[in-house]
């Protein structure tokens, strides 16, 4: 009778944890909701992983299986195509797996043209790795920089270019954050970290700072005023040629 009481009480709480955790997904579900209102954003409370587009390729998106977007919001501002969404993927199996979930911005937008990367926090096992070969793309003038991120991709010249003293100096401030870029697209997140509601206009925010340093990075360089030479004949008109970026 002990046993069966044992046994009863065992799937009571199983049953009580899945109840738990459908009632806080739910409510997550409708603050996400009423925050994409707020923003104008639309809003789905799930969708297909084609809602990546070419960012499926990327390290977050490559990783494990059951792969499910949740809570997703979409919307443009500032002439930038914003998608905020709960990413959430298994890996193992049985006994043996684990769900990750994180908050996740995708940024599309022309003013971008990345080489493809992925930067994100350095653990031991990259430090390890990297004394067998394993890239990571390290800054001598940052050392802070090259100390707590692992930065790889396949063009090493084209992502230090990319990485300007201003974008090296910004993540040195800052910790935990992952970001991945190719070509129009930028994404930015938090390893396993859900965002709470009220917080995702602080997370926009934040996400909106890194483009900016990514934008201008890659800006093409405005061409310094030339003075027109002198014509053969007369004074010289003075004047200023200026050549547009294109």
Same mark, same amino acid.
């Given at each position: 009778?002990?046993?069966?009481?044992?046994? !009863?009480?065992?799937?009571? @709480?199983?049953? *009580?944890?899945?109840?738990? $955790?459908?009632h806080f997904d =739910?409510?997550?579900?409708?603050?996400?909701?009423?925050?994409?209102?707020?923003?104008?954003?639309?809003?789905?409370?799930?969708?297909?992983?084609?809602?990546? !587009?070419?960012?499926?390729? @990327?390290?977050? *998106?490559?990783?494990?299986? $059951?792969?499910?977007?949740? =809570?997703?919001?979409?919307?443009?501002?500032?002439?930038?195509?914003?998608k905020i969404f709960?990413?959430?993927?298994?890996?193992?199996?049985?006994?043996?797996?684990?769900?990750?979930?994180?908050?996740?911005?995708?940024?599309t937008s022309d003013r971008l043209q990345l080489p493809e990367f992925t930067?994100?926090?350095?653990?031991?096992?990259?430090?390890i790795g990297g004394a067998f070969g394993y890239q990571d793309i390290d800054f001598d003038r940052n050392p802070a920089f090259s100390k707590n991120y692992l930065l790889r991709g396949p063009s090493e010249r084209s992502i230090r270019e990319t990485f300007t003293q201003d974008v090296l100096s910004y993540f040195e401030s800052q910790k935990g954050i992952c970001v991945e870029g190719?070509?129009?697209i930028v994404v930015f997140y938090r390893a396993s970290?859900?965002?709470?509601?009220?917080?995702?206009?602080?997370?926009?925010?934040?996400?909106?700072?890194?483009?900016?340093l990514f934008a201008q990075a890659v800006a093409p360089a405005p061409v310094a005023p030339q003075q027109?030479?002198?014509?053969d004949s007369g004074p010289s008109s003075g004047g200023v040629k200026i050549r547009m970026p294109t």
């Open positions: 009778m002990d046993g069966l009481v044992m046994v !009863g009480g065992f799937f009571a @709480f199983v049953a *009580f944890i899945i109840i738990m $955790s459908i =739910r409510k997550r579900t409708k603050a996400f909701q009423a925050v994409a209102a707020s923003m104008n954003f639309t809003f789905s409370d799930k969708a297909s992983t084609a809602l990546l !587009g070419p960012a499926h390729s @990327f390290h977050l *998106f490559s990783q494990g299986h $059951s792969k499910k977007l949740k =809570r997703v919001m979409k919307g443009v501002a500032n002439e930038i195509d914003v709960d990413y959430q993927y298994t890996t193992g199996h049985g006994k043996n797996s684990h769900t990750y979930i994180q908050t996740v911005i995708l940024f930067m994100r926090p350095e653990n031991v096992f990259h430090k190719k070509g129009n970290k859900k965002v709470p509601p009220h917080h995702v206009a602080t997370l926009l925010r934040e996400g909106f700072s890194i483009f900016g027109e030479p002198p014509h």
